[in-house]
């Protein structure tokens, strides 16, 4: 079982890169969200997808654009990349309007110098 | 979501039981406990889930009150692999969840 797929691991971009996130989940789930966490901190909600075409943004939506083209694939951009999204980004996904786990990646630990 | 308040740190003796409670006090009638713990920043991981009776399953027990304001998650026999951020989270069904900054548990040998 794949579950929920994060590529890459890690990456290192200059300020002003831009760079797409990729999360896919083999589960068939309809919700799918990502999070980063910064050092020391829980993790905060970006963006979220409760189905193909339909996205919406979390607490920390700026900087960042998805789209949903598909059930299985929820990418992430980041259009100009900027020191402050150095950050682990975390994707997960679940059934939505069910009392069932969400199951997360592994996450991209991404640097931006 | 209803907010969630945890004790910062813990620590428990490997062997023992390790009880993590969880105040949410402005819990609504609709909204469920959930549980997750972050092991060493790999992806948070699913333990336990419940809405009002008590649960349990092959990781750990759900102790919700009766008044449902406050919650214990218990691992009936830690060890030093369950050293983690424990994460008490309160939202209604199938919605997103919202993370707070969780319970550093430390397993001691």
């Known amino acids: 079982n794949a579950g929920v797929t994060q590529t890459p691991k890690f990456q290192v971009l200059k300020t002003g890169q831009s760079m797409t996130l990729q999360c896919a989940q083999d589960?068939?789930?309809?919700?799918m969200s990502w999070y980063r966490q910064d050092p020391g901190m829980g993790l905060r909600l970006i963006h979220y997808?409760?189905?193909?075409?339909?996205?919406d943004q979390g607490e920390v939506p700026n900087g960042y654009n998805v789209s949903r083209s598909t059930t299985e694939d929820f990418p992430l951009r980041l259009l100009s990349a900027a020191p402050s999204q150095t950050s682990v980004y975390f994707c997960?996904?679940?059934?939505?309007?069910?009392?069932?786990?969400?199951?997360f990646g592994q996450g991209t630990r991404l640097t931006v110098v | 979501d209803a907010k969630t308040t945890q004790p910062t740190s813990m620590d428990c003796a490997e062997g023992r039981a390790a009880n993590l409670p969880c105040n949410h006090s402005?819990?609504?009638?609709?909204?469920?406990v959930y549980w997750y713990r972050q092991i060493h920043s790999q992806g948070p991981q699913y333990i336990i889930h419940?809405?009002?009776n008590n649960e349990t399953n092959e990781m750990a027990s759900l102790i919700i009150t009766e008044d449902r304001k406050s919650s214990t998650l218990i691992l009936p026999h830690a060890t030093l692999r369950d050293t983690a951020v424990y994460y008490c989270?309160?939202?209604?069904?199938?919605?997103?969840?919202?993370f707070g900054e969780g319970t550093q548990l430390t397993v001691n040998p």
């Open positions: 402005t819990i609504s009638g609709n909204e469920y």
């Open positions: 989270i309160v939202r209604p069904s199938g919605s997103r969840l919202t």
């Open positions: 419940g809405l009002k």
């Open positions: 997960a996904s679940s059934y939505a309007n069910r009392n069932t786990e969400a199951f």
């Open positions: 589960m068939n789930h309809e919700y």
């Open positions: 997808s409760v189905g193909a075409g339909i996205t």
